[in-house]
């Protein structure tokens, strides 16, 4: 169960990143992210040369280019925001090709795609080299609550059950000739729902019972502890480290 999910974001392999332990790759990559977001708005050069730190990391997974180009989709929000920022935004105007738009537009246009393509790109290297599994055992060794962990261990683990039962429902629909082409077909896709849901929810009840059944007590019980040497911990905070060197040359300029 939950294998649907990780088939869509781990991927295997003998790189330095895949064989760094979960909780430190962790650790290290919210400290990036939080540094990368601290850098002053103009700081574009900053943020270009980490950038530059987040595409190395990514090419030092080994992981497939098609792989990681399909997983930056999730950027496109942020990159449809920031072309339209410079129209919308107030400030002193300045020409750009037949358009007149902010200059602090422009500003905050080019901060937000550098900050959000860094960020995503440190992202999917994680995501590609660290198992669902690995990622609630990070959590549960960094002491973050329980009860959200197990959330969240729940809902990697049975994401793709309800993605298969959602599918064989579609397949159902489709050999009954069913086409959602207009609001009628409301309904029906409507009605799939909500079945959807009462499994789902029938389900987890059946889990909770057999889990209770079996002496579940609230907490999950840690069977496979993470351990992390000092080297792993200097490896997996490197990008940190070289973004702290970026923002302390930016405010000491």
Do not use: C, N
Request: glycine share 6%; no cysteine; proline share 5%.
């Amino acid at each position: 169960m939950g294998a649907g999910l990780g088939i869509h974001l781990h991927v295997e392999g003998e790189s330095v990143v895949h064989k760094l332990p979960a909780h430190a790759k962790l650790v290290g990559l919210v400290t990036f992210v939080l540094l990368v977001v601290a850098l002053p708005r103009d700081a574009h050069s900053a943020r270009a040369a980490l950038l530059l730190v987040a595409g190395a990391v990514v090419v030092s997974t080994r992981v497939p280019l098609r792989h990681v180009v399909s997983r930056l989709v999730v950027e496109v929000p942020f990159v449809v925001f920031a072309l339209v920022l410079p129209f919308v935004a107030t400030g002193p105007a300045m020409r750009l090709g037949p358009f007149t738009v902010s200059r602090d537009g422009v500003e905050a246009s080019i901060a937000l795609l550098l900050t959000a393509t860094t960020s995503v790109l440190m992202a999917v290297a994680f995501a590609t080299t660290t198992s669902s599994r690995d990622l609630v055992r990070a959590l549960q060794h960094l002491r973050l609550p329980d009860r959200l962990v197990q959330i969240l261990a729940f809902m990697v683990r049975y994401l793709g059950v309800v993605g298969s039962q959602a599918q064989r429902m579609k397949v159902a629909r489709d050999s009954r000739a069913f086409r959602a082409r207009s609001l009628g077909s409301w309904p029906v896709i409507a009605s799939s729902a909500g079945a959807l849901f009462i499994r789902s929810y029938e389900r987890g009840e059946r889990v909770h019972l057999a889990m209770m059944s079996r002496g579940y007590t609230g907490r999950m019980p840690v069977t496979d502890p993470l351990s992390a040497t000092g080297r792993d911990w200097a490896v997996a905070h490197v990008p940190a480290v070289l973004a702290l060197a970026a923002l302390t040359a930016v405010y000491a300029a």
